[in-house]
């Protein structure tokens, strides 16, 4: 692989998608269908790939108007499905297909279904999610003011799985347990 320092997000179809400094320009890049070609640049960039590798979200942070713009691309061909904006103190938990699970605000997380519109979910401060096993993770209040981790369904957000004050959840297992 060229370049310096890769990192690799995942596979999509017979390609690659990966971080690196391809001629000076450092970036995700989508290997393995002909020449690399840069998906986007690493500036103020966040790049999460689904974990089924047809899509990826791409987060970028705008510092003048303090708002992060995200975007839902098609893999390989890189068409956009969907774009939205987000407040600074939220980022993507987790994309498949072409919905992807916003989290990190106090204000509830979003289920976001990018050619169709949003879904705002009924929960605390999101901290992890699943799609696929359709699972999330949230603080029902501020972690360092008591608030306990929960884990529900995306489908019934508050109808509580599973609970602790003591232990919190970073990843779901393939079949979305704890």
Not at 94 to 103: C, T
Request: aromatic share 8%; glycine share 12%.
């Amino acid at each position: 692989m060229p370049g310096r320092f890769p990192r690799l997000h995942g596979r999509s179809g017979s390609g690659y998608v990966v971080d690196y400094n391809a001629r000076g320009q450092r970036g995700t890049y989508l290997l393995g269908y002909g020449p690399s070609r840069l998906i986007a640049p690493a500036h103020q960039t966040t790049v999460r790939l689904a974990g089924d590798g047809k899509s990826l979200s791409i987060a970028r942070y705008h510092p003048r108007l303090d708002y992060i713009s995200v975007r839902i691309q098609a893999l390989p061909g890189g068409r956009e499905v969907g774009r939205t904006a987000i407040r600074p103190d939220q980022s993507v938990i987790d994309v498949r297909g072409f919905r992807a699970v916003i989290g990190g605000s106090s204000r509830g997380g979003l289920l976001w279904d990018a050619p169709s519109g949003t879904r705002r979910l009924k929960t605390g401060i999101i901290h992890a999610a699943d799609i696929a096993a359709d699972r999330i993770a949230y603080f029902h209040r501020d972690p360092s003011r008591g608030g306990c981790t929960r884990v529900a369904t995306l489908t019934r957000p508050r109808a509580v799985l599973w609970a602790s004050c003591r232990e919190a959840v970073v990843a779901f297992s393939p079949p979305g347990a704890c």
